[in-house]
C-alpha cells in the first residue's frame, strides 16, 4: 500500500549540494542534510530540488538504520516512488537515487542532528567529491 502524505503548502526547502555534471561516474554525488529521519515527510522536498535533467525518480534506497519506518512506496509529486531499505552493506549514511533511463545518483545523507558548523562542510566536500 502506497502512503500518500499531504505536503505543506510552502514545504521546507531541501537541504542539499550536487556535485557539478560529469560524464564519468562519481562514488558520491553530492550531500543531502534532511531535518528528521522520517523518510515520508523529507523525501518530497529532496526530490523536489533535483535537477529536471535527472528526471523521475522512481526508486530509492536507503539504510534502515538512518530512517523511521516506511512503507515500499509512496506517492510523490502524483508518481510513485518505490523504497527499499537494506541494512546490509550499503552505508548508512547514503541514499541512492533511481531514474530509468537517466541514471543513478549517490547522495552523503547527513543525520538531522549535526550541527550546521559540521554538516555545511561535509555538504561542501561531497559536492566536490572527484570522480573515481
Do not use: K, Y
Amino acid at each position: 500500500m502506497a502512503a500518500v502524505r499531504q505536503i505543506p503548502p510552502f514545504p521546507p526547502v531541501a537541504r542539499v549540494r550536487l556535485a557539478p555534471h560529469s560524464v564519468s561516474p562519481r562514488r558520491i554525488d553530492g550531500a543531502w542534510w534532511p531535518r528528521t529521519r522520517d523518510l515520508l515527510s523529507e523525501l518530497p522536498s529532496l526530490i523536489g530540488a533535483l535537477p529536471s535533467g535527472w528526471g523521475q525518480i522512481t526508486g530509492v534506497t536507503v539504510h534502515t538504520a538512518m530512517w523511521s519506518a516506511s512503507p515500499g512506496r509512496m506517492l510523490v509529486a502524483n508518481h510513485v516512488v518505490r523504497l527499499r531499505r537494506e541494512s546490509g552493506s550499503r552505508d548508512r549514511h547514503t541514499i541512492c537515487l533511481v531514474s530509468p533511463g537517466h541514471g543513478r545518483w549517490d547522495l552523503l545523507v547527513v543525520p538531522p542532528e549535526v550541527a550546521a558548523v559540521d554538516a555545511e562542510p561535509l555538504m561542501e566536500a561531497a559536492a566536490a567529491a572527484t570522480t573515481h
